[in-house]
Protein backbone atom coordinates (compact mmCIF):
# COMPACT_ATOMS: atom_id res chain seq x y z
CA UNK A 1 0.00 0.00 0.00
CA UNK A 2 3.02 1.89 1.06
CA UNK A 3 4.72 2.14 -2.71
CA UNK A 4 0.78 2.84 -4.41
CA UNK A 5 0.26 5.34 -2.37
CA UNK A 6 3.36 7.08 -3.00
CA UNK A 7 3.04 7.06 -6.74
CA UNK A 8 0.32 9.27 -7.50
CA UNK A 9 1.28 12.28 -4.99
CA UNK A 10 4.95 12.19 -6.45
CA UNK A 11 3.88 12.33 -9.70
CA UNK A 12 1.37 14.82 -9.59
CA UNK A 13 3.90 16.37 -7.51
CA UNK A 14 6.71 16.84 -10.16
CA UNK A 15 4.06 18.01 -13.06
CA UNK A 16 4.11 21.09 -10.81
CA UNK A 17 7.07 21.74 -9.24
CA UNK A 18 9.80 20.47 -11.75
CA UNK A 19 11.41 22.56 -14.40
CA UNK A 20 8.33 25.32 -15.28
CA UNK A 21 9.93 26.43 -18.44
CA UNK A 22 12.68 24.73 -19.27
CA UNK A 23 13.99 25.29 -23.12
CA UNK A 24 12.81 22.71 -25.59
CA UNK A 25 15.35 19.54 -25.80
CA UNK A 26 15.61 18.08 -29.13
CA UNK A 27 16.35 14.75 -27.35
CA UNK A 28 12.99 15.24 -25.73
CA UNK A 29 11.37 15.60 -29.00
CA UNK A 30 12.80 12.52 -30.58
CA UNK A 31 11.73 10.47 -27.32
CA UNK A 32 8.31 11.62 -27.54
CA UNK A 33 8.04 10.78 -31.27
CA UNK A 34 9.97 7.15 -30.95
CA UNK A 35 7.40 6.42 -28.09
CA UNK A 36 4.38 7.93 -30.12
CA UNK A 37 5.22 5.73 -33.09
CA UNK A 38 6.19 2.69 -31.19
CA UNK A 39 3.08 3.45 -28.62
CA UNK A 40 0.86 3.33 -33.15
CA UNK A 41 2.68 -0.67 -33.94
CA UNK A 42 1.24 -1.35 -30.35
CA UNK A 43 -2.37 -0.99 -31.34
CA UNK A 44 -1.41 -1.67 -35.33
CA UNK A 45 -3.09 -5.28 -35.08
CA UNK A 46 -5.95 -3.66 -32.71
CA UNK A 47 -7.09 -1.26 -35.25
CA UNK A 48 -6.87 -3.50 -38.32
CA UNK A 49 -9.23 -6.19 -36.57
CA UNK A 50 -11.35 -3.14 -36.24
CA UNK A 51 -11.03 -1.68 -39.44
CA UNK A 52 -11.73 -5.41 -41.45
CA UNK A 53 -14.26 -6.18 -39.06
CA UNK A 54 -16.31 -2.75 -40.75
CA UNK A 55 -15.03 -4.00 -44.42
CA UNK A 56 -17.19 -5.53 -47.18
CA UNK A 57 -15.45 -8.78 -48.51
CA UNK A 58 -13.87 -7.19 -51.47
CA UNK A 59 -12.61 -3.98 -49.66
CA UNK A 60 -10.16 -7.12 -47.08
CA UNK A 61 -7.80 -7.06 -49.32
CA UNK A 62 -6.38 -3.56 -50.19
CA UNK A 63 -5.72 -3.42 -46.43
CA UNK A 64 -6.39 0.18 -46.15
CA UNK A 65 -7.02 1.30 -42.59
CA UNK A 66 -9.91 3.86 -43.28
CA UNK A 67 -12.72 1.35 -45.35
CA UNK A 68 -13.99 2.69 -47.91
CA UNK A 69 -17.59 2.10 -47.76
CA UNK A 70 -17.70 1.45 -43.88
CA UNK A 71 -20.32 -1.08 -42.59
CA UNK A 72 -21.91 -3.03 -39.93
CA UNK A 73 -23.06 -5.89 -42.17
CA UNK A 74 -20.46 -8.03 -40.70
CA UNK A 75 -21.57 -7.54 -37.21
CA UNK A 76 -25.42 -7.90 -37.80
CA UNK A 77 -24.88 -11.70 -39.73
CA UNK A 78 -22.29 -12.81 -37.10
CA UNK A 79 -25.06 -11.86 -34.54
CA UNK A 80 -27.59 -12.87 -36.70
CA UNK A 81 -25.82 -16.07 -36.88
CA UNK A 82 -26.66 -17.17 -33.38
CA UNK A 83 -23.32 -18.60 -32.07
CA UNK A 84 -21.44 -15.88 -31.31
CA UNK A 85 -25.07 -14.56 -29.38
CA UNK A 86 -24.40 -17.54 -27.08
CA UNK A 87 -21.16 -17.35 -26.95
CA UNK A 88 -20.68 -13.92 -25.83
CA UNK A 89 -23.75 -14.83 -23.19
CA UNK A 90 -21.88 -17.63 -21.92
CA UNK A 91 -18.58 -15.44 -21.60
CA UNK A 92 -20.59 -13.06 -19.87
CA UNK A 93 -22.27 -15.14 -17.44
CA UNK A 94 -19.44 -17.29 -16.50
CA UNK A 95 -16.72 -14.06 -16.25
CA UNK A 96 -19.58 -12.29 -14.01
CA UNK A 97 -20.76 -15.32 -11.32
CA UNK A 98 -16.48 -16.65 -11.13
CA UNK A 99 -15.62 -12.72 -10.27
CA UNK A 100 -18.46 -12.17 -7.95
CA UNK A 101 -17.26 -15.77 -6.10
CA UNK A 102 -13.91 -14.30 -6.02
CA UNK A 103 -14.77 -11.04 -4.62
CA UNK A 104 -16.57 -12.66 -1.63
CA UNK A 105 -14.78 -15.71 -0.66
CA UNK A 106 -11.33 -14.49 -1.80
CA UNK A 107 -11.80 -11.38 0.44
CA UNK A 108 -13.86 -13.38 2.88
CA UNK A 109 -10.61 -15.92 4.20
CA UNK A 110 -8.00 -13.30 3.33
CA UNK A 111 -9.88 -11.62 6.32
CA UNK A 112 -10.49 -14.52 8.49
CA UNK A 113 -6.49 -15.28 8.11
CA UNK A 114 -5.57 -11.86 8.75
CA UNK A 115 -7.83 -10.13 11.44
CA UNK A 116 -8.49 -13.95 13.50
CA UNK A 117 -6.55 -15.39 15.89
CA UNK A 118 -7.39 -19.41 16.07
CA UNK A 119 -5.81 -22.34 15.53
CA UNK A 120 -4.45 -23.67 12.12
CA UNK A 121 -4.39 -20.70 10.86
CA UNK A 122 -0.70 -20.21 9.64
CA UNK A 123 -1.38 -23.47 8.66
CA UNK A 124 -4.36 -23.04 6.06
CA UNK A 125 -2.57 -19.87 4.99
CA UNK A 126 0.45 -21.39 4.05
CA UNK A 127 -1.32 -24.22 2.32
CA UNK A 128 -3.46 -22.04 0.49
CA UNK A 129 -0.46 -19.88 -1.01
CA UNK A 130 1.35 -23.37 -1.75
CA UNK A 131 -1.54 -23.99 -4.62
CA UNK A 132 0.04 -20.89 -6.02
CA UNK A 133 3.11 -23.53 -7.34
CA UNK A 134 0.77 -25.94 -8.42
CA UNK A 135 0.31 -24.96 -13.05
CA UNK A 136 -3.59 -25.16 -14.19
CA UNK A 137 -2.28 -27.74 -16.43
CA UNK A 138 -1.52 -30.37 -13.72
CA UNK A 139 -4.92 -29.92 -12.42
CA UNK A 140 -6.84 -30.23 -15.52
CA UNK A 141 -6.70 -33.84 -16.16
CA UNK A 142 -8.44 -34.77 -12.53
CA UNK A 143 -10.32 -32.11 -13.20
CA UNK A 144 -11.51 -33.68 -16.52
CA UNK A 145 -12.84 -36.68 -14.86
CA UNK A 146 -13.95 -35.04 -11.80
CA UNK A 147 -16.42 -33.85 -14.48
CA UNK A 148 -16.52 -37.00 -16.30
CA UNK A 149 -17.81 -38.92 -12.80
CA UNK A 150 -20.19 -36.07 -11.80
CA UNK A 151 -21.74 -35.58 -14.82
CA UNK A 152 -20.38 -31.72 -15.01
CA UNK A 153 -19.32 -31.82 -18.44
CA UNK A 154 -20.57 -29.47 -20.64
CA UNK A 155 -22.13 -26.99 -18.41
CA UNK A 156 -21.74 -23.72 -16.75
CA UNK A 157 -21.14 -25.07 -13.27
CA UNK A 158 -18.24 -27.31 -15.53
CA UNK A 159 -16.15 -24.42 -17.01
CA UNK A 160 -16.31 -22.44 -13.92
CA UNK A 161 -15.67 -24.68 -10.86
CA UNK A 162 -11.78 -24.25 -11.00
CA UNK A 163 -11.68 -21.11 -10.89
CA UNK A 164 -14.91 -20.08 -7.89
CA UNK A 165 -11.65 -18.92 -5.63
CA UNK A 166 -7.61 -18.49 -6.43
CA UNK A 167 -5.08 -18.08 -4.26
CA UNK A 168 -3.81 -15.27 -5.65
CA UNK A 169 -6.89 -13.25 -4.39
CA UNK A 170 -6.95 -14.53 -1.40
CA UNK A 171 -3.17 -13.29 -0.58
CA UNK A 172 -4.25 -10.16 -2.47
CA UNK A 173 -6.93 -9.59 0.09
CA UNK A 174 -5.21 -10.58 3.24
CA UNK A 175 -2.46 -8.22 2.47
CA UNK A 176 -5.05 -5.42 2.08
CA UNK A 177 -7.18 -5.70 4.98
CA UNK A 178 -4.06 -5.47 6.93
CA UNK A 179 -4.48 -1.35 6.67
CA UNK A 180 -7.45 -2.01 8.25
CA UNK A 181 -6.76 -1.07 11.49
CA UNK A 182 -8.41 -3.46 14.20
CA UNK A 183 -9.46 -1.10 16.54
CA UNK A 184 -12.00 -0.35 13.87
CA UNK A 185 -13.14 -4.46 14.17
CA UNK A 186 -13.11 -3.88 17.94
CA UNK A 187 -15.44 -1.18 18.43
CA UNK A 188 -18.04 -2.79 15.95
CA UNK A 189 -17.95 -5.73 17.90
CA UNK A 190 -18.54 -3.63 21.01
CA UNK A 191 -21.75 -2.21 19.30
CA UNK A 192 -22.75 -5.53 18.87
CA UNK A 193 -22.20 -6.33 14.93
CA UNK A 194 -21.59 -9.88 15.04
CA UNK A 195 -18.72 -11.57 13.06
CA UNK A 196 -20.51 -11.74 9.72
CA UNK A 197 -21.48 -7.99 9.57
CA UNK A 198 -18.44 -6.15 10.98
CA UNK A 199 -16.75 -8.13 7.79
CA UNK A 200 -19.18 -6.85 5.80
CA UNK A 201 -19.96 -3.13 5.88
CA UNK A 202 -17.18 -2.42 7.85
CA UNK A 203 -14.14 -4.19 6.90
CA UNK A 204 -15.10 -4.50 2.98
CA UNK A 205 -15.76 -0.64 2.50
CA UNK A 206 -12.31 -0.08 3.64
CA UNK A 207 -10.58 -2.00 0.92
CA UNK A 208 -12.80 -1.23 -2.11
CA UNK A 209 -9.84 0.02 -4.46
CA UNK A 210 -8.36 -3.76 -3.69
CA UNK A 211 -11.85 -5.37 -4.32
CA UNK A 212 -11.80 -3.64 -7.76
CA UNK A 213 -8.35 -4.44 -8.81
CA UNK A 214 -9.27 -8.09 -7.59
CA UNK A 215 -12.43 -7.88 -10.14
CA UNK A 216 -10.94 -6.81 -13.03
CA UNK A 217 -8.19 -9.57 -12.87
CA UNK A 218 -10.04 -12.01 -12.47
CA UNK A 219 -12.75 -11.00 -15.39
CA UNK A 220 -9.87 -10.59 -17.74
CA UNK A 221 -8.84 -13.51 -16.97
CA UNK A 222 -11.96 -15.77 -16.84
CA UNK A 223 -13.23 -13.71 -20.42
CA UNK A 224 -9.95 -14.55 -22.16
CA UNK A 225 -9.79 -18.15 -20.69
CA UNK A 226 -9.02 -21.33 -23.16
CA UNK A 227 -7.89 -24.17 -22.15
CA UNK A 228 -10.11 -25.39 -19.45
CA UNK A 229 -12.98 -24.46 -21.26
CA UNK A 230 -11.67 -25.50 -24.57
CA UNK A 231 -11.59 -29.10 -22.83
CA UNK A 232 -14.79 -29.07 -20.47
CA UNK A 233 -17.13 -28.25 -22.88
CA UNK A 234 -18.28 -30.25 -26.38
CA UNK A 235 -21.28 -28.45 -27.57
CA UNK A 236 -21.08 -25.50 -29.77
CA UNK A 237 -23.82 -23.92 -27.37
CA UNK A 238 -21.74 -24.06 -24.56
CA UNK A 239 -18.46 -22.65 -25.76
CA UNK A 240 -16.93 -19.25 -24.42
CA UNK A 241 -16.05 -16.80 -26.63
CA UNK A 242 -12.24 -17.75 -26.71
CA UNK A 243 -13.31 -21.32 -27.90
CA UNK A 244 -15.68 -20.65 -30.20
CA UNK A 245 -13.22 -18.07 -32.06
CA UNK A 246 -10.80 -20.63 -32.09
CA UNK A 247 -13.05 -23.43 -32.92
CA UNK A 248 -13.00 -22.06 -37.17
CA UNK A 249 -9.77 -23.53 -37.36
CA UNK A 250 -8.16 -23.44 -40.70
CA UNK A 251 -7.51 -20.11 -42.61
CA UNK A 252 -7.96 -21.50 -45.62
CA UNK A 253 -11.64 -21.99 -44.42
CA UNK A 254 -11.94 -18.58 -43.35
CA UNK A 255 -13.61 -15.33 -44.21
CA UNK A 256 -10.76 -12.78 -42.66
CA UNK A 257 -13.77 -9.83 -42.66
CA UNK A 258 -16.53 -12.41 -40.56
CA UNK A 259 -13.44 -14.20 -38.21
CA UNK A 260 -11.99 -10.34 -37.46
CA UNK A 261 -15.55 -9.09 -36.41
CA UNK A 262 -15.53 -11.97 -34.06
CA UNK A 263 -12.20 -11.04 -32.96
CA UNK A 264 -13.51 -7.96 -32.32
CA UNK A 265 -16.62 -8.73 -30.43
CA UNK A 266 -14.26 -10.50 -27.95
CA UNK A 267 -12.19 -7.99 -27.71
CA UNK A 268 -14.01 -4.76 -27.92
CA UNK A 269 -15.99 -4.81 -24.42
CA UNK A 270 -12.73 -5.30 -22.52
CA UNK A 271 -10.93 -2.51 -24.25
CA UNK A 272 -13.67 -0.08 -23.97
CA UNK A 273 -13.90 -1.05 -19.90
CA UNK A 274 -10.56 -0.51 -20.17
CA UNK A 275 -10.66 3.13 -21.99
CA UNK A 276 -13.26 3.88 -19.23
CA UNK A 277 -11.67 3.29 -16.26
CA UNK A 278 -8.16 3.58 -17.81
CA UNK A 279 -6.27 5.60 -14.45
CA UNK A 280 -8.21 3.03 -11.87
CA UNK A 281 -7.82 -0.37 -13.81
CA UNK A 282 -3.80 0.67 -13.82
CA UNK A 283 -3.89 1.34 -10.37
CA UNK A 284 -5.43 -1.70 -9.56
CA UNK A 285 -2.55 -3.67 -12.07
CA UNK A 286 -0.22 -1.93 -10.10
CA UNK A 287 -1.33 -2.94 -6.57
CA UNK A 288 -2.14 -6.75 -7.57
CA UNK A 289 1.26 -6.49 -9.46
CA UNK A 290 3.53 -5.27 -6.09
CA UNK A 291 1.27 -7.30 -3.74
CA UNK A 292 -0.13 -10.76 -5.00
CA UNK B 1 -27.68 -21.32 21.09
CA UNK B 2 -27.51 -21.36 24.42
CA UNK B 3 -23.77 -23.60 23.71
CA UNK B 4 -22.58 -20.45 21.68
CA UNK B 5 -23.77 -17.99 24.21
CA UNK B 6 -21.34 -19.95 27.16
CA UNK B 7 -18.43 -19.62 24.61
CA UNK B 8 -15.38 -17.33 26.08
CA UNK B 9 -14.73 -14.19 23.68
CA UNK B 10 -12.03 -15.94 21.83
CA UNK B 11 -13.95 -19.40 21.71
CA UNK B 12 -16.39 -17.45 19.59
CA UNK B 13 -13.99 -16.12 17.05
CA UNK B 14 -13.03 -19.69 16.40
CA UNK B 15 -15.84 -20.66 15.85
CA UNK B 16 -16.45 -17.68 13.19
CA UNK B 17 -13.20 -18.37 11.75
CA UNK B 18 -14.17 -22.28 10.76
CA UNK B 19 -17.53 -21.30 10.10
CA UNK B 20 -15.83 -18.64 7.65
CA UNK B 21 -12.99 -20.70 6.07
CA UNK B 22 -15.93 -24.06 5.99
CA UNK B 23 -16.27 -23.76 2.64
CA UNK B 24 -13.01 -22.44 1.47
CA UNK B 25 -11.37 -25.05 2.84
CA UNK B 26 -13.38 -28.20 1.41
CA UNK B 27 -13.05 -26.15 -2.36
CA UNK B 28 -9.17 -26.08 -1.85
CA UNK B 29 -9.08 -29.49 -0.86
CA UNK B 30 -11.06 -31.21 -3.29
CA UNK B 31 -10.49 -28.94 -6.16
CA UNK B 32 -6.21 -27.95 -5.58
CA UNK B 33 -5.30 -30.52 -3.55
CA UNK B 34 -6.95 -33.88 -4.03
CA UNK B 35 -6.59 -32.63 -7.74
CA UNK B 36 -2.88 -32.59 -7.33
CA UNK B 37 -2.36 -35.38 -5.61
CA UNK B 38 -4.40 -37.39 -8.15
CA UNK B 39 -2.31 -36.41 -11.03
CA UNK B 40 0.79 -37.89 -9.50
CA UNK B 41 -0.88 -41.20 -8.36
CA UNK B 42 -2.69 -41.50 -12.72
CA UNK B 43 0.98 -40.34 -13.76
CA UNK B 44 2.15 -43.89 -12.25
CA UNK B 45 -0.14 -45.48 -14.16
CA UNK B 46 -1.64 -46.50 -17.52
CA UNK B 47 -5.10 -45.32 -18.48
CA UNK B 48 -6.88 -44.81 -21.41
CA UNK B 49 -10.20 -43.63 -19.67
CA UNK B 50 -12.10 -46.43 -20.99
CA UNK B 51 -9.96 -49.65 -20.08
CA UNK B 52 -8.85 -50.32 -16.80
CA UNK B 53 -6.36 -48.48 -14.50
CA UNK B 54 -3.30 -50.49 -14.39
CA UNK B 55 -0.28 -49.36 -12.27
CA UNK B 56 3.01 -49.37 -14.34
CA UNK B 57 5.40 -48.01 -11.47
CA UNK B 58 7.64 -45.37 -13.54
CA UNK B 59 6.70 -46.76 -16.92
CA UNK B 60 5.04 -43.13 -18.08
CA UNK B 61 8.50 -41.12 -16.94
CA UNK B 62 11.00 -43.87 -18.82
CA UNK B 63 8.40 -43.89 -22.17
CA UNK B 64 8.75 -39.52 -21.74
CA UNK B 65 12.81 -39.96 -21.66
CA UNK B 66 13.14 -42.44 -24.67
CA UNK B 67 10.27 -40.24 -26.76
CA UNK B 68 12.19 -37.60 -29.33
CA UNK B 69 8.93 -35.59 -29.58
CA UNK B 70 9.60 -35.03 -25.73
CA UNK B 71 13.02 -33.84 -26.29
CA UNK B 72 11.69 -31.71 -29.07
CA UNK B 73 9.01 -29.95 -27.42
CA UNK B 74 11.29 -29.85 -24.12
CA UNK B 75 13.43 -27.84 -26.16
CA UNK B 76 10.79 -25.62 -27.74
CA UNK B 77 9.77 -24.32 -24.44
CA UNK B 78 12.79 -23.41 -23.50
CA UNK B 79 13.00 -21.65 -26.31
CA UNK B 80 10.41 -19.70 -25.90
CA UNK B 81 11.26 -18.71 -22.27
CA UNK B 82 14.96 -18.30 -23.22
CA UNK B 83 13.79 -15.76 -26.03
CA UNK B 84 10.61 -14.38 -24.25
CA UNK B 85 12.01 -13.53 -21.11
CA UNK B 86 14.49 -11.77 -22.23
CA UNK B 87 12.91 -9.91 -24.75
CA UNK B 88 10.18 -8.77 -22.68
CA UNK B 89 12.41 -7.34 -20.40
CA UNK B 90 14.64 -5.15 -22.31
CA UNK B 91 11.55 -3.91 -24.65
CA UNK B 92 9.67 -3.11 -21.54
CA UNK B 93 12.12 -1.82 -19.30
CA UNK B 94 13.68 0.30 -22.23
CA UNK B 95 9.89 1.80 -23.34
CA UNK B 96 8.91 2.53 -19.40
CA UNK B 97 12.62 3.90 -19.03
CA UNK B 98 11.29 6.58 -21.23
CA UNK B 99 8.08 6.55 -20.65
CA UNK B 100 8.18 7.64 -17.12
CA UNK B 101 10.15 10.80 -18.71
CA UNK B 102 7.48 11.71 -20.92
CA UNK B 103 4.86 14.41 -19.49
CA UNK B 104 3.05 15.08 -22.69
CA UNK B 105 0.25 13.24 -23.40
CA UNK B 106 1.77 10.74 -20.66
CA UNK B 107 -1.46 8.71 -20.42
CA UNK B 108 -2.28 8.63 -23.81
CA UNK B 109 0.90 7.15 -24.67
CA UNK B 110 0.55 4.64 -22.17
CA UNK B 111 -2.64 3.67 -22.74
CA UNK B 112 -1.35 2.44 -26.36
CA UNK B 113 1.32 0.52 -24.38
CA UNK B 114 -1.36 -1.17 -22.23
CA UNK B 115 -4.25 -1.63 -24.43
CA UNK B 116 -2.74 -5.16 -25.97
CA UNK B 117 -2.79 -6.64 -22.52
CA UNK B 118 -6.60 -6.53 -22.43
CA UNK B 119 -6.87 -8.46 -25.23
CA UNK B 120 -7.76 -12.37 -25.37
CA UNK B 121 -4.71 -14.96 -27.04
CA UNK B 122 -7.32 -16.47 -29.57
CA UNK B 123 -8.59 -13.20 -30.64
CA UNK B 124 -5.42 -11.90 -31.35
CA UNK B 125 -4.04 -15.24 -33.05
CA UNK B 126 -6.24 -14.77 -35.60
CA UNK B 127 -5.32 -10.94 -35.86
CA UNK B 128 -1.71 -12.11 -36.43
CA UNK B 129 -2.54 -15.21 -38.30
CA UNK B 130 -4.24 -13.01 -40.80
CA UNK B 131 -0.93 -10.92 -40.49
CA UNK B 132 1.15 -13.75 -41.39
CA UNK B 133 -0.55 -15.00 -44.46
CA UNK B 134 0.91 -15.06 -48.05
CA UNK B 135 1.04 -12.24 -50.32
CA UNK B 136 -2.21 -11.34 -51.64
CA UNK B 137 -3.73 -11.70 -47.70
CA UNK B 138 -0.91 -11.23 -45.16
CA UNK B 139 -0.20 -7.57 -44.07
CA UNK B 140 3.16 -8.27 -43.64
CA UNK B 141 4.40 -10.24 -46.74
CA UNK B 142 2.23 -7.48 -48.60
CA UNK B 143 4.43 -4.88 -47.29
CA UNK B 144 7.52 -7.10 -47.78
CA UNK B 145 6.41 -7.17 -51.58
CA UNK B 146 5.69 -3.38 -51.51
CA UNK B 147 9.32 -3.12 -51.35
CA UNK B 148 10.97 -5.58 -53.29
CA UNK B 149 11.44 -8.07 -50.52
CA UNK B 150 10.60 -11.81 -50.81
CA UNK B 151 8.03 -12.90 -49.06
CA UNK B 152 8.55 -14.59 -45.41
CA UNK B 153 7.01 -18.04 -44.42
CA UNK B 154 5.93 -17.02 -41.27
CA UNK B 155 3.84 -19.89 -40.16
CA UNK B 156 5.10 -22.35 -42.33
CA UNK B 157 8.44 -23.00 -41.64
CA UNK B 158 10.20 -24.76 -39.14
CA UNK B 159 12.78 -22.31 -38.16
CA UNK B 160 10.15 -18.99 -38.26
CA UNK B 161 6.84 -20.70 -37.13
CA UNK B 162 8.36 -20.32 -33.12
CA UNK B 163 9.65 -16.95 -33.20
CA UNK B 164 5.85 -16.13 -35.35
CA UNK B 165 4.07 -17.69 -32.33
CA UNK B 166 5.97 -15.82 -29.89
CA UNK B 167 5.75 -12.27 -31.33
CA UNK B 168 1.89 -11.97 -30.02
CA UNK B 169 2.64 -13.68 -26.65
CA UNK B 170 5.70 -11.38 -25.68
CA UNK B 171 3.10 -8.03 -27.71
CA UNK B 172 0.04 -9.16 -25.28
CA UNK B 173 2.14 -9.03 -22.07
CA UNK B 174 4.62 -6.08 -23.04
CA UNK B 175 1.73 -3.34 -21.29
CA UNK B 176 1.97 -5.27 -18.43
CA UNK B 177 5.44 -5.11 -17.68
CA UNK B 178 5.60 -1.68 -18.82
CA UNK B 179 3.33 -0.80 -16.13
CA UNK B 180 5.31 -2.32 -13.03
CA UNK B 181 8.79 -0.61 -14.56
CA UNK B 182 7.21 2.54 -14.31
CA UNK B 183 6.03 1.83 -10.62
CA UNK B 184 8.93 0.53 -9.67
CA UNK B 185 10.90 3.45 -11.23
CA UNK B 186 8.21 5.89 -9.49
CA UNK B 187 9.20 4.20 -6.21
CA UNK B 188 12.92 4.78 -6.34
CA UNK B 189 12.99 7.66 -4.02
CA UNK B 190 14.45 11.31 -5.95
CA UNK B 191 17.15 12.07 -3.77
CA UNK B 192 19.54 9.59 -5.10
CA UNK B 193 19.35 11.53 -8.26
CA UNK B 194 19.34 14.69 -7.15
CA UNK B 195 22.42 13.54 -4.97
CA UNK B 196 24.01 12.04 -8.70
CA UNK B 197 23.21 15.16 -10.58
CA UNK B 198 25.44 17.78 -7.91
CA UNK B 199 27.69 14.88 -8.18
CA UNK B 200 27.98 15.33 -12.06
CA UNK B 201 27.16 11.71 -12.69
CA UNK B 202 26.25 11.17 -16.08
CA UNK B 203 23.01 9.12 -16.94
CA UNK B 204 24.54 6.09 -18.18
CA UNK B 205 26.39 5.89 -14.93
CA UNK B 206 22.88 6.51 -13.02
CA UNK B 207 20.97 3.49 -14.75
CA UNK B 208 23.69 1.32 -13.83
CA UNK B 209 24.58 2.41 -10.50
CA UNK B 210 21.59 3.36 -8.91
CA UNK B 211 18.12 2.61 -11.44
CA UNK B 212 18.99 -0.79 -12.19
CA UNK B 213 20.42 -1.98 -8.10
CA UNK B 214 17.01 -0.50 -6.90
CA UNK B 215 14.73 -2.33 -9.76
CA UNK B 216 15.75 -5.29 -8.69
CA UNK B 217 12.82 -6.47 -6.83
CA UNK B 218 11.02 -5.23 -9.44
CA UNK B 219 13.27 -6.85 -12.13
CA UNK B 220 12.81 -10.87 -9.72
CA UNK B 221 9.02 -10.26 -10.27
CA UNK B 222 8.91 -9.25 -13.76
CA UNK B 223 11.79 -12.46 -15.35
CA UNK B 224 9.78 -14.95 -12.83
CA UNK B 225 6.30 -14.22 -13.42
CA UNK B 226 6.92 -13.76 -17.08
CA UNK B 227 9.02 -17.02 -17.41
CA UNK B 228 6.44 -18.78 -15.93
CA UNK B 229 4.33 -17.40 -18.67
CA UNK B 230 6.57 -18.64 -21.50
CA UNK B 231 7.33 -21.75 -20.32
CA UNK B 232 2.95 -22.51 -19.67
CA UNK B 233 2.62 -20.87 -23.69
CA UNK B 234 -0.93 -22.82 -25.21
CA UNK B 235 -3.22 -20.19 -26.23
CA UNK B 236 -1.09 -18.44 -28.67
CA UNK B 237 0.42 -21.92 -30.20
CA UNK B 238 -2.80 -23.94 -30.60
CA UNK B 239 -4.59 -20.63 -32.14
CA UNK B 240 -1.94 -20.19 -34.93
CA UNK B 241 -1.46 -23.31 -35.90
CA UNK B 242 -4.74 -24.84 -35.90
CA UNK B 243 -4.59 -26.98 -39.33
CA UNK B 244 -1.51 -28.80 -37.35
CA UNK B 245 -1.32 -27.95 -33.66
CA UNK B 246 2.34 -27.27 -32.95
CA UNK B 247 3.27 -27.41 -36.33
CA UNK B 248 4.90 -27.63 -38.86
CA UNK B 249 6.69 -30.57 -37.99
CA UNK B 250 6.36 -30.18 -34.21
CA UNK B 251 8.69 -27.09 -34.60
CA UNK B 252 6.39 -24.76 -32.12
CA UNK B 253 5.01 -27.75 -29.85
CA UNK B 254 5.00 -26.50 -26.27
CA UNK B 255 4.90 -28.74 -23.43
CA UNK B 256 1.37 -27.90 -22.19
CA UNK B 257 0.38 -28.47 -26.26
CA UNK B 258 1.94 -31.93 -25.64
CA UNK B 259 -0.05 -32.25 -22.43
CA UNK B 260 -3.62 -31.29 -24.43
CA UNK B 261 -2.93 -33.85 -27.24
CA UNK B 262 -1.74 -36.84 -25.09
CA UNK B 263 -4.66 -36.06 -22.80
CA UNK B 264 -7.42 -35.18 -24.86
CA UNK B 265 -6.91 -36.68 -28.21
CA UNK B 266 -5.12 -39.65 -27.45
CA UNK B 267 -6.59 -40.06 -24.29
CA UNK B 268 -3.30 -41.40 -22.70
CA UNK B 269 -4.32 -40.25 -19.69
CA UNK B 270 -0.85 -41.80 -17.79
CA UNK B 271 1.41 -40.79 -19.90
CA UNK B 272 -0.08 -36.88 -19.95
CA UNK B 273 0.25 -37.37 -16.09
CA UNK B 274 3.48 -37.56 -16.34
CA UNK B 275 4.59 -34.86 -18.71
CA UNK B 276 1.96 -32.79 -16.23
CA UNK B 277 4.58 -33.61 -12.93
CA UNK B 278 7.44 -32.63 -15.55
CA UNK B 279 5.81 -29.44 -16.41
CA UNK B 280 5.22 -28.84 -12.65
CA UNK B 281 9.07 -29.69 -11.80
CA UNK B 282 10.04 -27.20 -14.35
CA UNK B 283 8.52 -24.38 -12.91
CA UNK B 284 9.36 -25.28 -9.59
CA UNK B 285 13.18 -25.77 -11.12
CA UNK B 286 13.19 -22.77 -13.19
CA UNK B 287 11.63 -19.86 -10.66
CA UNK B 288 13.63 -21.19 -7.79
CA UNK B 289 16.79 -20.85 -9.92
CA UNK B 290 15.99 -17.66 -10.77
CA UNK B 291 14.92 -16.14 -7.41
CA UNK B 292 18.59 -17.61 -6.37
CA UNK B 293 20.16 -15.93 -8.66
CA UNK B 294 18.50 -12.73 -8.64
CA UNK B 295 18.59 -12.15 -5.05
CA UNK B 296 22.02 -12.70 -4.25
CA UNK B 297 23.05 -10.07 -7.13
Not at chain 2, 255 to 268: G, K, N, P, Q
Given at each position: ????????????A????R????????????R?L????????????L???????LK???E??????I?????I??????????R????????L????????C?????SL????????R???????????????????????I???????????L??????????L??A????????????????????A???G???L?????V?M??V?????????????G??T??????????????????????????E???QW?L?M??A???T????V???????F???????A?L?? | ?????????R??Q???A??????P??????????P??N??L????????L???T?????????L???????Q?F???????L????I??V???????????????????R????L????????MA?????FY??V???L?N?????I??????????T??A?P????????AG?G?Q??????????????Y??????D?????????????????????F??V?????F???????????T???????N?????V??IY?????????G???????VL????LVV?L????????R
Amino acid sequence: MAVVEEIRPSSDALLKTRQPKRPANMGNYIRWLLLFFGGIAMVTPLAYMISTSLKWPHEVYNLQLIPNEPTIENYTYVLEDGRFYWWFLNSLIIATITTVCNVIFDSLVGYTLCKFRFPGRYIIFIAILSTLMIPTEMLVIPWYLMSQQFGWLDTYWGIMFPGLMTAFGTFLMKQFFETVPDDFIEAARIDGLNELQIWWTVAMPLVKPALAALAIFVFLGNWTAFIWPLIVTNSVDMYTLPVGLSSFGDEADVQWELIMTGAAISTLPTLVVFLIFQRFIIRGVVMAGLKG
Amino acid sequence: MDLYRNLTIRQKQIVWAYAFLALPILFYSVIRFYPTGNAILISFQDWNLLGARTWTGLDNYVKLLGDPVFWQVFRNTFVYLLLGTPISLVISFIIAYHLDKTRFMHGFLRMLYFLPFMTSAVAMAWVWRWFYQPVPIGLFNNALASIGIPQIAFLNSTTNALPSVLAPAVWAGLGFQIIIFMAGLRAIPRSYYEAAKIDGVGWWTVLWEITIPLLKPTIVFIVVFSSIGFLRIFDHVFNMTTNNPGGPLNSTKPLVLMIYETAFDSFDMGYAAAQTVVLFLVLLVVSLIQLRILRDR
